[in-house]
C-alpha cells in the first residue's frame, strides 16, 4: 500500500474513532473534522422507526450510513452475513434478527473503538448470532465461499483499493451467494478532483467511484446480474446507491473452511476471543488456520 493510501486509511479511522468515542460518551456521531460529517442524507433517519426502536440507542446514534442495505439485501433465514465497516453494529444487529438463530451475521471493521462499542451494543441486544472481526475490507479475514450474503453502508467509497474489496467480497461469498449495499457513486461526468471537491463540502465522499467504474470493478472481479441505482442525491453529482451483484452459482467452489469460528477462534481480534478448540490457545488457533487478522 502507498504512503499516501495508508494516511487516507488513518484519516478514516481516526474519524470513525472519535465517532464511536462521542457516542460511547453519550453523544451522536455528528459533524466536523473530528468525527464525520452527516446531514439528513447519512444516518439513523434513513431506517424505518420500528428498526430503530428495537436496537440499544448506541447502535443507532453511531449509524453513520447513506442507506439501509439489511432491507436491500433482501436477508432470508438461516444465511450467513457480513457487514463491510460494521461501524457500531446497527445492520448486524438488524441482520441478527432477519437471518435468525440458524443464520449469522459478521461485522468487520478495523476501528477498535467502534469494535468495543459494537460489543457493547450486541450485549445490550441480547444477540447470539453475531461475531465482529478486526480487520480491513480489503483483506477479509474469512475463509473463501463462506458467506451467503455480504452487506455495506457507505463504506466501499472510503477505500482506497475498491479492486482489492471486490476482488475479498467475491472471494467470501459461497457461489451463487449475493451483495446488497449502499453506497456513494458519483455521476460518470465528474472528474476524480470534482469528486474531492463535493467531499469536502459533504464529508468522506471524495473516492466515490462513477457509474461506469462501480460495474466495471464488480465485472472484473467476476460478478453478473449487476444493479446500481441511485436513490438519493448527497452532493450536487453524487448520490447514495443500491448496488446488487451476484456470484455465479458455477463459480469453482473450492475447497470451504470451517466457519465454526473466524480463525479458529470466536470473537475474532476481541477481548472476548477464545479458542474453538479448548485444547488450542488463541495463538495457537489463529497459526492453524492462517489467520488473516494477524497481519
Known amino acids: 500500500m502507498s504512503e499516501q493510501s495508508t494516511d487516507l486509511r ?22 466536523g473534522p473530528q468525527p464525520v460529517e452527516i446531514d439528513e442524507n447519512f444516518g439513523s433517519t434513513l431506517y424505518a422507526a420500528d428498526e430503530r426502536d428495537a436496537l440499544p440507542a448506541e447502535a443507532v446514534a453511531a449509524s453513520l450510513g ?38 449469522k451475521a459478521y461485522g468487520l471493521d478495523m476501528t477498535e473503538e467502534m469494535l468495543a462499542l459494537a460489543l457493547a451494543n450486541v450485549k445490550k ?8 472481526l478486526k480487520g480491513t475490507i480489503e483483506a477479509i ?13 457507505c463504506v466501499i467509497n472510503l477505500s482506497t483499493d475498491k479492486a482489492s474489496v471486490f476482488a475479498e467480497t467475491y472471494r467470501v461469498l459461497t457461489p451463487g451467494g449475493r451483495i446488497g449495499v449502499s453506497d456513494v457513486v458519483a455521476d460518470d461526468a465528474l472528474s476524480p478532483a470534482q469528486r474531492a471537491e463535493r467531499g469536502d463540502y459533504v464529508g468522506c465522499i471524495a473516492g466515490a467511484l462513477s457509474f461506469t467504474e462501480y460495474r466495471e470493478g464488480l465485472e472484473a472481479a467476476g460478478f453478473t446480474n449487476i444493479e446500481i441505482a441511485a ?65
Open 10 to 31: 488513518e484519516t478514516v479511522r481516526r474519524r470513525y474513532a472519535a465517532a464511536a468515542v462521542q457516542v460511547t460518551e453519550g453523544g451522536t456521531a455528528c459533524c
Open 141 to 153: 479475514p474469512l475463509p473463501e465461499n463462506t458467506i451467503d450474503v455480504v452487506i455495506s453502508n
Open 66 to 103: 447513506c442507506g439501509n442495505p439489511t432491507a436491500v439485501a433482501d436477508l432470508h433465514e438461516g444465511e450467513r452475513v457480513l457487514d463491510l465497516g460494521s461501524g457500531g453494529g446497527i445492520d448486524v444487529l438488524l441482520s441478527a434478527r432477519r437471518v435468525g438463530p440458524t443464520g
Open 231 to 295: 436513490t438519493h442525491s448527497v452532493a450536487d453529482g453524487m448520490h447514495s446507491a443500491i448496488v446488487r451483484a451476484t456470484k455465479p452459482a458455477d463459480a469453482p467452489a473450492g475447497a470451504a473452511e470451517s466457519t465454526d469460528g473466524c480463525c479458529g477462534v470466536s470473537a475474532c481480534c476481541t477481548p472476548a476471543e477464545t479458542p474453538v478448540d479448548s485444547a488450542s490457545t488463541v495463538a495457537q488457533a489463529k497459526a492453524a488456520s492462517g489467520c488473516r487478522c494477524q497481519d
Open 125 to 132: 441486544a441480547g444477540a447470539t448470532n453475531v461475531e465482529f
